[in-house]
């Protein structure tokens, strides 16, 4: 039976390691209604399972699915629970929809887009909006 889960793990490992692998780095903008909002950076990565679904991270958002229609793309987000918080449930969600703008390149793809989350913690709801500048491969 460890013979089996080993080759499922290396399986596994090897479909992600070819996989198509792309990195990006953006501009969040959240806490928009605010008089004051608020900007960071996030960086993430994403594996292409097929020519339409991938799945990734993003240090904002988290764990993200993301399934591409044409040039627009719908985006589901999770964040756990972090333990150093004890007593505040920070567990997070999201669900948004972007849409590229340029991609251009051979062999190092570069892409433009934009994102607009609604990333859901508890009762309370806040919007991300995020410019992102992609490298692929």
Avoid: Q
Avoid at 27 to 36: F, H, P, R, T, W
């Amino acid at each position: 039976m460890k013979m089996v889960k080993n080759i499922a793990i290396v399986a596994c490992a090897a479909s992600f390691m070819f996989a198509n692998v792309s990195f990006h780095m953006g501009n969040n903008y959240s806490g928009l209604d605010a008089a004051e909002p608020t900007v960071a950076t996030s960086y993430g990565v994403s594996y292409a399972l097929n020519g339409t679904t991938s799945v990734g991270f993003d240090s904002t958002l988290g764990m993200l699915m993301s399934f591409n229609v044409g040039n627009a793309s719908l985006r589901m987000g999770w964040v756990g629970d972090d333990p150093a918080t004890a007593g505040a449930d920070e567990t997070s969600t999201s669900i948004g929809l972007g849409f590229t703008w340029w991609t251009g390149g051979d062999g190092f793809n570069t892409s433009i887009s934009t994102n607009y989350d609604l990333v859901g913690t508890g009762a309370d709801s806040d919007g991300n909006l995020s410019m992102v500048v992609g490298f692929g491969f």
